[in-house]
């Protein structure tokens, strides 16, 4: 980072001022603005996640959110009266990333040595026994509470701050979803950090080399086995920590919110951005937590006022265009939008 | 003892449902090695379509015996779901054919999806409920009833299946299949159009999956627009558990997985009632007094079965019951 | 050679976040423009409703609406003063798609368009994670259609609920079931929901209270067709009655298999599986089935409710909205009461509110529930489903002699708006 040239530390400058002074803005037009903006980096953080298991490591992994999962039912028992639990933010919020670490290796070690398509069935199917069971471990014995879900939870708090009410700093107020949006900030820029540095070590150069021709990679000496596991233990880590965050934010988790739909929003976010590259991904997982929103403010009324009433759900539409924008990314940018610039890079790097 | 017999004939049905799906699975994938994921929404399709059919039949009231108006339903299913199912390989896959492995998977899911929601937009989000208009004999068995849709399900399989094999093994074209399984390449050379060969196993599959839609909304009554999904799922763990791309391991594992899910739902409760376990038993003695059973895993379960079916074959014999070729490593 | 194009791509998702960012700034109120300011400037005060208006429950979520909608505009029509000022209510609609994340996002922004108080939402699954929103902003809520007891259990000082908990409904089914079959053995089975386990959990209770044997719990999924396992399995244990906790779509292929499979036990259901539609769900299998419903039927709601229902929307209601339109009815009888708008005021009046609406008497216990809420048990009969009885204070009541008993009540109360049903309006908002 040394060779930044002014230019670019303005530009940066400008970012990060844009990206602190949001919620402030969003406030102004509308808490629930906020609250838009936390999902979409919490969806940023899951992709970023996902990508390393899908995008650097080539697993295709269709049950990506039971790690998610796993990350919001660790805070919800922990810091709940559910068990009368309240652990702070530092005990559960790396515990759930290590559960969830855990449950990724688990779901890897017996599965690693399958293929592409078979990998991909199996995880969609660990995914969804994730969810079955905690939607069933309320009998005989309660742990999860069933359908029910887990309510009251506590919410993040640090230093005696807490993050679900209205404070004032500066005279700025900063309500509770702002907070929860530059902590979310902190957690997105250091996955980021993580990624770039991945993609640029040993490790991560090997996962592409994996990704590229596993063979091969073994015939160079990586221990492919350790490897790949290493990518879903650390891809399910980082679904752990945004799990952990949403039922924070949420303060209420019930097993509806980790269906599979969720798992194919986000690998669709992966794949339209362009696989393993970290802008990429990030764009397509703005992109699409933004449209949702765009679609309920623009299809509704259009569709209202064209045909008198509503012909197509924003919902379905949103459906349609994740699948359309699987099918189209893949036909015809199979790289996706921003693709990976890992090639050209390298080439520059050896030369120089 | 009757009971067991009738969660037998349970079983049955629904693997013989299974089987005909799993087919649809084992075709593709013997030819050019890949799953069609979307293939359990062409099922859904079906049993939609026929729906409609039937629905609009029974509507214009004219005295056709009810026999008649499902066969109605399914000549109409069959052509639109075998359409479909060209489409998939059209749109899907032969355009990805050399592309990485994940490419045409991906595309799938996103077809999948986008069938999955047109449905929806087309047929509702209700589910839509099959008329009544076969008379629902039931047979007594030793105790155990069958009827005489379960019956109609049971012999159209085995006939399905008995006339796939003999297309596949007898007809031209079918070595013309087998030929491309073996080798794309070398069966081109032979003068195969692997082309052809690819979208026919598609469009045959397909029809199949049309067909056993239709049973699947006569027998339960009921077609949904997210039907296909788990059905789908359950159907490719079939083919999975018996081989995949072995036509007698799809018929096979249908039937073990449909047996195994009627037998897990029957008994895996009472097996695992913790009050008949000698530790646990008097552990939990007072629950067990006041409520008479302490389940561990019921048929709250039902759906993890067929999972774990597929993950225990994947992991210790990925070649399945019946497989011959080895699942290849990456 | 890293860099620019780094630095590029950087700039292109920052140029891609304040486009997404600038793009969603210009529609910040979207309700208020709709209404065209009457003449003597009333003062206006919101009230939003929430509840899934798109979605495999969208219909339930209309029908809440037109109650709310319904009872906004007589109370506008009866020209109610506050504070000595005229006001004019305004309803805020928001569709929470029945998706807890999407609840809270609503939620959030009817706080930020500052509503005096939320008819809503109709999913428990949304409700109680909104409440928590809704009580940090000091805003009563009132759901007109959430069951789940959790509701009003989480100490919460403005949230209330006119509709019966899950834990009175339950009882309510198995007594009758009690009184009517007498079984000595019930088989219970849910659809894994919060809604379906809730309600099954609840009749289970009461059964084992009475001493009836109750089986090991079975289970679908709120998607399940194929039940033939699970009832063979519950034919061999032979009950005599069998209560499922879950919707129509999976109550009626049940029904319909337990017939095939010879199951001659007494078949139970909740408010879920209490349709119409399980007639065309469970075919002739359905004829005989007991079910049960939170509140009074619709054909038992006040008559001027169903009167003006019919004329404004031209349509009867469905389910909930003669609840969602006595919380409506509710929340202005506070503020009248209090004469004030503001949450803070008027929130002590509605928690000692004593009101006579569509459904019956309505006043709240401390929770925020409804004290001495009715229950009705239905039966299908000719493809209809029918109200058998009323539960009311543990008795149990023919239509008629509930509608005896609640005749003068109402009556006295109708006095007030009088039927000015705003028909040329009605087409343009259907």
């Known amino acids: 980072m040394s060779r930044l040239k002014p230019a670019h530390w303005f530009g940066l400058a400008l970012v990060a001022i844009a990206l602190l002074a949001l919620p402030l803005v969003l406030t102004q037009v509308g808490t629930a603005w906020v609250r838009i903006a936390n999902f979409a980096i919490l969806f940023v953080f899951l992709s970023l996640g996902l990508n390393i298991v899908v995008g650097m490591a080539g697993l295709l992994d269709l049950g990506y959110i039971a790690f998610y999962a796993v990350g919001a039912y660790t805070w919800a028992l922990l810091a709940s009266p559910h068990f009368n639990l309240h652990l702070p933010f530092w005990a559960i919020l790396p515990l759930g990333a290590l559960l969830a670490g855990m449950a990724g290796a688990i779901l890897g070690a017996p599965t690693l040595r399958l293929r592409g398509d078979y990998l991909a069935i199996v995880t969609l199917g660990f995914g969804e026994i994730v969810r079955i069971f905690m939607n069933n471990l309320s009998a005989p014995f309660n742990i999860t509470n069933g359908p029910k879900g887990i309510t009251r939870i506590d919410g993040f708090g640090a230093g005696g701050v807490n993050f679900s009410t209205t404070d004032t700093l500066f005279g700025i107020a900063f309500t509770g979803p702002a907070k929860y949006y530059y902590v979310l900030l902190v957690l997105m820029l250091l996955v980021i950090v993580v990624n770039l540095r991945l993609q640029n070590s040993r490790i991560g150069r090997a996962w592409v080399a994996i990704r590229e021709d596993e063979i091969a990679a073994k015939a160079a000496g990586i221990n492919t086995r350790n490897i790949k596991l290493l990518a879903f233990a650390m891809g399910a880590s980082f679904g752990g920590i945004a799990g952990g965050m949403f039922a924070a934010m949420q303060g209420f988790v019930s097993p509806e919110s980790f269906v599979l739909h969720e798992s194919i929003m986000v690998l669709a976010m992966v794949v339209l951005g362009g696989m393993g590259n970290v802008w990429g991904v990030i764009a397509g997982a703005l992109l699409l937590s933004f449209v949702p929103e765009f679609l309920r403010y623009t299809v509704e009324p259009a569709q209202q006022a064209i045909f008198g009433r509503l012909l197509i759900e924003p919902e379905v539409l949103r459906m349609l265009i994740f699948g359309a924008a699987l099918v189209l990314t893949m036909r015809f940018r199979p790289a996706g939008l921003w693709p990976e610039s890992r090639h050209k890079r390298e080439m520059g790097e050896r030369r120089a | ?330 | 050679m890293n860099f620019p194009a780094k630095a590029l791509s950087l700039s292109v998702a920052a140029a891609v976040l304040m486009m997404a960012c600038g793009k969603e700034e210009p529609p910040p109120p979207p309700p208020q423009a709709q209404t065209p300011p009457p003449a003597p400037q009333p003062v206006t005060v919101k009230i939003g409703h929430v509840g899934p208006l798109t979605g495999g429950i969208a219909h339930f979520g209309k029908d809440n609406e037109n109650g709310v909608r319904l009872a906004l505009d007589e109370a506008n029509a009866a020209g109610i003063k506050i504070g000595g000022q005229p006001v004019k209510f305004e309803m805020v609609p928001e569709d929470d798609q029945a998706d807890p994340k999407v609840g809270n996002t609503v939620a959030q922004k009817l706080v930020d368009a500052k509503v005096a108080g939320v008819v809503g939402h109709l999913n428990s699954g949304t409700s109680i994670p909104a409440s928590s929103i809704y009580n940090g902003a000091g805003i009563p809520m009132i759901s007109g259609a959430s069951t789940n007891p959790a509701l009003t259990e989480q100490g919460f000082k403005g949230v209330f609920r006119v509709v019966g908990r899950d834990d009175q409904q339950g009882p309510a089914i198995a007594n009758y079931l009690l009184a009517t079959a007498k079984p000595k053995t019930v088989a219970v089975i849910d659809d894994a929901t919060a809604y379906g386990e809730g309600l099954a959990n609840e009749v289970e209770k009461t059964l084992k209270a009475a001493g009836i044997k109750v089986l090991p719990r079975e289970k679908g999924t709120d998607k399940t067709a194929d039940w033939k396992a699970v009832l063979t399995k519950i034919k061999g244990k032979k009950p005599d009655a069998v209560f499922y906790g879950g919707m129509d779509a999976t109550a009626g292929p049940l029904l319909k298999q337990a017939r095939e499979l010879k199951i001659g036990a007494v078949f139970s259901f909740g408010d879920g599986g209490c349709t119409d539609k399980m007639a065309e769900l469970a075919g002739a299998a359905a004829e005989g089935l007991v079910c049960s419903q939170a509140g009074i039927p619709v054909q038992a709601a006040g008559k001027q409710f169903l009167e003006g229902y019919k004329a404004k929307f031209n349509m009867d209601p469905i389910i909930y909205s003669p609840f969602t339109y006595d919380a409506a009815k509710l929340l202005v009888a506070a503020m009248q009461k209090a004469d004030s708008a503001d949450p803070a005021k008027y929130l002590p009046a509605l928690a000692a509110i004593d009101y006579n609406g569509a459904t019956g008497n309505i006043q709240f216990d401390e929770k925020g529930d409804r004290k001495d809420a009715e229950m009705t048990i239905f039966t299908m009969k000719e493809g209809k489903i029918t109200p058998l009885a009323i539960i009311k204070g543990g008795k149990s009541l023919t239509l008629d002699e509930y509608a005896a008993l609640a005749a003068p009540a109402p009556a006295a109360e109708a006095a007030k708006p009088a039927e000015a049903a705003p028909a040329p309006a009605a087409p343009a908002q259907k």
């Not at chain 2, 359990?40 to 029974?58: D, H, K, P, R, T």
């Open chain 2, 1 to 330: 003892m009757d009971i067991l017999l009738q969660q037998i004939i349970n079983g049955l049905t629904t693997g013989s449902v299974y089987a005909i799906v799993a087919l649809g699975y084992t075709m593709v994938y013997g030819v050019i090695q890949l799953i069609n994921f979307a293939h359990g929404e062409v099922v859904m399709i079906g049993a939609m379509v026929a729906f409609s059919v039937i629905m609009a039949l029974v509507g214009m009231g004219l005295p056709l015996p009810p026999f008649v108006i499902v066969l109605g339903g399914v000549l109409a299913a069959v052509p639109v779901c075998m359409a479909i199912g060209y489409l998939l390989e059209r749109v899907a896959y032969r355009p990805l054919r050399h592309a990485p492995r994940l490419a045409p998977l991906i595309t799938a899911i996103g077809m999948s999806i986008i069938l999955q929601h047109l449905a929806l937009l087309v047929w509702g989000r209700d589910p839509r409920a099959f008329p009544q208009i076969m008379e629902n004999a039931s047979f007594a068995v030793g105790g155990a009833a069958i009827s005489s849709v379960q019956i109609a399900i049971i012999l159209l399989s085995v006939t399905m299946m008995a006339g796939l094999t003999w297309f596949v093994y007898r007809t031209r074209f079918g070595i013309a299949i087998r030929a491309t399984a073996e080798d794309v390449r070398v069966a081109g050379l032979m003068g195969v159009d692997a082309n052809r060969v690819i979208a026919a196993t598609f469009t045959i599959g397909a029809a199949l999956g049309a067909v056993a839609g239709v049973m699947y909304g006569t027998y339960y009554g009921i077609a949904h627009y997210t039907m296909g999904f788990i059905l789908g799922l359950k159907a490719f763990s079939a083919a999975v558990l018996g081989g995949i791309g072995n036509l007698a391991g799809a018929m096979l594992g249908g039937i073990l997985l449909g047996l195994v899910e009627a037998l897990g739902a029957g008994y895996i409760g009472d097996m695992t009632d913790l009050c008949r376990w000698p530790v646990f038993g008097e552990l939990l003695a007072e629950r067990c007094a006041a409520d008479g059973h302490v389940v561990l895993f019921g048929s709250n379960y039902q759906d993890v079965f067929a999972f774990l079916v597929l993950i225990l074959v994947l992991v210790f014999r990925p070649s399945g019951l019946l497989g011959e070729r080895v699942a290849e490593r990456a």
